[in-house]
């Protein structure tokens, strides 16, 4: 007989104790830490069945909650069929904090703002009525939208699902896209996601890939390692010759929730994967685009980021 908590009685236990579910608590800990997530904690390192991936009927993927950020880069099966996720997840932080980090934690976790992770400052997402970074500092803050909260969403794994059309499941609830854990950012001025506390994501389910897919994942980043990306994007394509079948684009770092770039695919498909077109379909991020004081640079580097990811994922060496 197993040992394993049941998750309902987690899920019970947030009800009745309030505070956090915890995974990897790689996040937890830093907010715990500084005094901004106090708790209790209700921990789900315990549960095994959790963690690991598991093929689906047709090709797909499933992929466990608790599986960490250094097993999803590692795993040959998501290198082989969806390689922009491992990328992007072995990209991410530090080998530490990837062999801590699990997938639901990357997908659930809390912004980087320094407003926010200041115990002594209010803000929306502390229950205040303001957003300091607004009138403050926001030198990384959002490039696209205009919701109360200018804080970019931190989930690199949540842009590269994006990208790969997944769905999450959360337990006791049927399955549901990546996009809806989010909405779209003006809700989440009080959060990062939209899942209430004691719902417990349990997985992540890949479709099938495409025949003769390639894919990319690039980062803009301020320094060389351990650094969170300014922009990133991912790109996946599928090519007749020269000419774009299929194309999926997503992009974080820009803001309050991962993009789906729906205006950069298409733009692509039907033409020629040629570098003007390319550098054509990239610049279409611009129309999406309405920086901060501080953060007009951050419109060329959304434009530029999404190109390089188009020019990997359009040569056949960076193919799966």
Known sequence: MSTEPALTDLSAAVLARGGELRAGGTDTTARQRSGVSPGPFTDLD????????????????????????????????????????????????????????????????????????NPHVGCFQKGGTGCPAREGDHY????????????????????????????????????????????????????????APDRILTGVRLPTSLPGERAAYHRSISRAHAEWPLVEATARLVLDGTTVTHAAVAAGGVARVPLRLPEVEAALIGREATPGQLAAAAAKVLTRCRPLPQTGYKAALFRDTVLEALEQAAVPSTAG
């Open 46 to 117: 315990g549960i095994g069945r959790l963690r690991g991936t598991t093929p689906l009927p047709g090709g797909g993927l499933r992929i466990g909650a608790l599986t960490t950020l250094a097993a999803l880069a590692a795993d040959p099966q998501v290198r082989g069929g969806w390689p922009a996720l491992a990328l992007a997840a072995g990209t991410a932080a530090t080998p530490q904090i990837r062999a801590a980090g699990t997938l639901g934690g990357n997908l659930l976790q809390r912004n980087r703002c320094w407003y926010f992770r």
């Open 140 to 195: 990384f803050g959002v490039v696209s939208g205009d919701g109360p909260c200018v804080a970019p969403h931190p989930s690199t794994l949540a842009m590269a699902l994006l990208a790969y059309e997944a769905e999450v499941e959360i337990h006791g609830e049927s399955p549901r896209g990546v996009a809806d854990l989010y909405g779209d950012g003006d809700g989440l001025h009080r959060a990062d996601h939209l899942l």
